[in-house]
């Protein structure tokens, strides 16, 4: 196999285990984060939107190293720069 | 595929190119100031408010609620920064669903300014309010060991704004257009109104940490305050 199909079959495996390993990291923990939400809200329900709140804005930064994996995935699908590199060579 | 309006090349004349990110940034600017100077023209006191009116004061005071939560001093000298971010990333986001148009928040570039804009905001803020011989004292705070840490903890969360913003946006356009591949109709529509809730949750989100930041940076005032009484 040439280098062209090497490129592409490391970047297809890569976006493929890249984005199914990373997925699972922020929804475990964005997991834990709710039912500790929920939990504070049955304790003190006048809280409620300071707790959600504050929840949001937890499951946000949670969820960024979630969205660099999608990133990263969606870079190496459609914006490849070593397909398009080893593209321009051979045509 | 398209990944960001970045590759829409409008206009080019020389090295200035008019890409596609620039040119729906600045409809999103004309449409935001032109809206508010129609509001604005006439704004009463006395009884018949006009709808517009009713509006933004709405969308005001919401956000002054919420930014004297989470800074916990007067939230009205945030406002023109936070707000403006606040007001300029929902509309790009919301304006998504709108045929012909790409949000510019979808390109790294713009998230990118508005991050480093926030980084920038922090020491003003900061030095304003302390001064700034207290404000670089802070960041020797428990040690100086802290000082590379505190450095690149600031550089960091910078990234993560820029590229959440960034990521949660694109990805959303993205979805979109690949599902217009497979299924025609159904899905690509609900993922469009999915668009639309992170959209605005992630406007809401930028803001929320801005303010955060901006008054993390203050709060050195207020322990020392409380230590000297």
Same mark, same amino acid.
């Given at each position: 196999?040439?280098?062209?199909?090497?490129?592409?079959?490391?970047?297809?495996?890569?976006?493929?285990?890249?984005?199914?390993?990373?997925?699972?990291?922020?929804?475990?923990?964005?997991?834990?984060?709710?039912?500790?939400?929920?939990?504070?809200?049955?304790?003190?329900?006048?809280?409620?939107?300071?707790?959600?709140?504050?929840?949001?804005?937890?499951?946000?930064?949670?969820?960024?190293?979630?969205?660099?994996?999608?990133?990263?995935?969606?870079?190496?699908? *459609?914006?490849?720069? *070593?397909?398009?590199? *080893?593209?321009?060579?051979?045509? | 595929?398209?990944?960001?309006?970045?590759?829409?090349?409008?206009?080019?004349?020389?090295?200035?190119?008019?890409?596609?990110?620039?040119?729906?940034?600045?409809?999103?600017?004309?449409?935001?100031?032109?809206?508010?100077?129609?509001?604005?023209?006439?704004?009463?006191?006395?009884?018949?408010?006009?709808?517009?009116?009713?509006?933004?004061?709405?969308?005001?005071?919401?956000?002054?609620?919420?930014?004297?939560?989470?800074?916990?001093?007067? !939230?009205?000298?945030?406002?023109?920064?936070?707000?403006?971010?606040?007001?300029?990333?929902?509309?790009?986001?919301?304006?998504?669903?709108?045929?012909?148009?790409?949000? !510019?928040?979808?390109?790294?570039?713009?998230?990118?300014?508005?991050?480093?804009?926030?980084?920038?905001?922090?020491?003003?803020?900061?030095?304003?309010?302390?001064?700034?011989?207290?404000?670089?004292?802070?960041?020797?705070? !428990?040690?100086?060991?802290?000082?590379?840490?505190?450095?690149?903890?600031?550089?960091?969360?910078?990234?993560?704004?820029?590229?959440?913003?960034?990521?949660?946006?694109?990805?959303?356009?993205?979805?979109?257009?690949?599902?217009?591949?497979?299924?025609?109709?159904?899905?690509?529509?609900?993922?469009?109104?999915?668009?639309?809730?992170?959209?605005?949750?992630?406007?809401?989100?930028?803001?929320?940490?801005?303010?955060?930041?901006?008054?993390?940076?203050?709060?050195?005032?207020?322990?020392?305050?409380?230590?000297? !009484?």
């Amino acid at each position: 196999m040439d280098s062209l199909t090497w490129v592409a079959v490391a970047s297809i495996i890569s976006a493929g285990i890249c984005m199914g390993i990373g997925a699972i990291g922020p929804a475990l923990g964005e997991g834990r984060a709710l039912a500790q939400a929920l939990n504070s809200i049955a304790q003190q329900p006048d809280e409620t939107n300071t707790i959600t709140r504050t929840l949001f804005v937890g499951m946000a930064m949670v969820e960024s190293t979630g969205i660099y994996a999608l990133v990263v995935a969606m870079i190496l699908l *459609f914006a490849n720069p *070593f397909w398009n590199y *080893f593209l321009s060579k051979v045509g | 595929m398209r990944l960001s309006p970045d590759s829409m090349m409008w206009w080019s004349w020389g090295w200035l190119h008019l890409n596609g990110t620039i040119l729906f940034t600045w409809l999103v600017m004309a449409g935001l100031t032109l809206g508010s100077w129609l509001i604005t023209r006439r704004l009463t006191n006395s009884a018949p408010i006009s709808r517009g009116q009713h509006l933004v004061e709405a969308i005001i005071m919401m956000i002054l609620s919420q930014l004297g939560d989470v800074t916990r001093q007067e !939230p009205r000298r945030f406002l023109p920064f936070l707000g403006t971010l606040f007001l300029f990333i929902a509309t790009c986001n919301l304006l998504a669903a709108v045929p012909w148009f790409e949000p !510019p928040t979808g390109s790294l570039s713009t998230t990118t300014a508005l991050a480093l804009i926030v980084m920038v905001a922090v020491p003003v803020y900061g030095i304003k309010d302390t001064g700034i011989k207290v404000y670089l004292w802070n960041y020797l705070s !428990p040690t100086p060991l802290m000082l590379p840490f505190n450095i690149i903890g600031e550089l960091s969360r910078t990234l993560a704004l820029a590229v959440r913003l960034f990521g949660n946006v694109m990805s959303g356009g993205m979805i979109g257009a690949i599902l217009l591949i497979l299924t025609p109709f159904l899905f690509p529509v609900l993922m469009q109104l999915f668009g639309l809730l992170t959209g605005l949750v992630q406007a809401y989100i930028f803001t929320i940490l801005a303010a955060v930041f901006i008054s993390a940076g203050l709060t050195s005032r207020e322990i020392d305050e409380a230590i000297q !009484p």
